[in-house]
T-cell receptor, first 113, second 111 residues
Framework: DSGVTQTPKHLITATGQRVTLRCSPR?????VYWYQQSLDQGLQFLIQYYNGEERAKGNILERFSAQQFPDLHSELNLSSLELGDSALYFC????????????FGPGTRLLVL | GQNIDQPTEMTATEGAIVQINCTYQTSGFNGLFWYQQHAGEAPTFLSY????GLEEKGRFSSFLSRSKGYSYLLLKELQMKDSASYLC????????????FGQGTELSVKP
């Protein structure tokens, strides 16, 4: 158990809908990273937050957004969902930021029908 | 940009040794990580190399050559539970803290 929690574990929804995925980092960790893993793409970095501020952006679609709250939990919002958004979404956390090992949460499996 | 290559799949026998290679190209190398991932589960951290040489941790070892852009993960005394995907990931200081992952190597351990 990495200490990173994610909810929900599974999510089934329809095209065009909007969902919110939640991540709570390990106690004391200030930085949260979001990754998407689909069968044909491998693990792709989406976005990083550090202490409430956006720190780095990867291949995140405009339909997706994220934020980190004062209690350091983070939410990833996915809107206008398409079939291709079906994937595992992981978050990872580190204490400070760039210099450390990332520990991953259990992931949210999203299925868009 | 970054490019990370590792074999798609490998098969090995229980009790044997297997070496999974990873080659990378990056402009600002700042560490290489190996993660293990069982199907549908989270990647779990195995090892980290930032300097050249071998890091040993129990049955698992990882080697890095920065000049060659090359790393390998060595798994000894293979067990059935080692069947999993092994992900090589590189951190680039020009890209902040994010990790760039390879596609993963699917290892099957046979009895």
């Amino acid at each position: 158990d990495s200490g990173v929690t994610q909810t929900p574990k599974h999510l089934i929804t329809a095209t065009g809908q909007r969902v919110t995925l939640r991540c709570s980092p390990r106690s004391g960790d200030l930085s949260v990273y979001w990754y998407q893993q689909s069968l044909d793409q491998g693990l792709q970095f989406l976005i990083q937050y550090y202490n409430g501020e956006e720190r780095a952006k990867g291949n995140i679609l405009e339909r997706f957004s994220a934020q980190q709250f004062p209690d350091l939990h983070s939410e990833l919002n996915l809107s206008s969902l398409e079939l291709g958004d079906s994937a595992l979404y992981f978050c990872a956390s580190t204490r400070q930021g760039e210099g450390e090992t990332q520990y991953f949460g259990p992931g949210t499996r999203l299925l868009v029908l | 940009g970054q490019n990370i290559d590792q074999p798609t799949e490998m098969t090995a026998t229980e009790g044997a040794i297997v070496q999974i290679n990873c080659t990378y190209q990056t402009s600002g190398f700042n560490g290489l990580f190996w993660y293990q991932q069982h199907a549908g589960e989270a990647p779990t951290f195995l090892s980290y190399n930032v300097l050249d040489g071998l890091e040993e941790k129990g049955r698992f070892s990882s080697f890095l050559s920065r000049s060659k852009g090359y790393s390998y993960l060595l798994l000894k005394e293979l067990q059935m539970k080692d069947s999993a995907s092994y992900l090589c990931a590189v951190r680039d200081f020009n890209q902040g803290g994010k990790l760039i992952f390879g596609q993963g190597t699917e290892l099957s351990v046979k009895p």
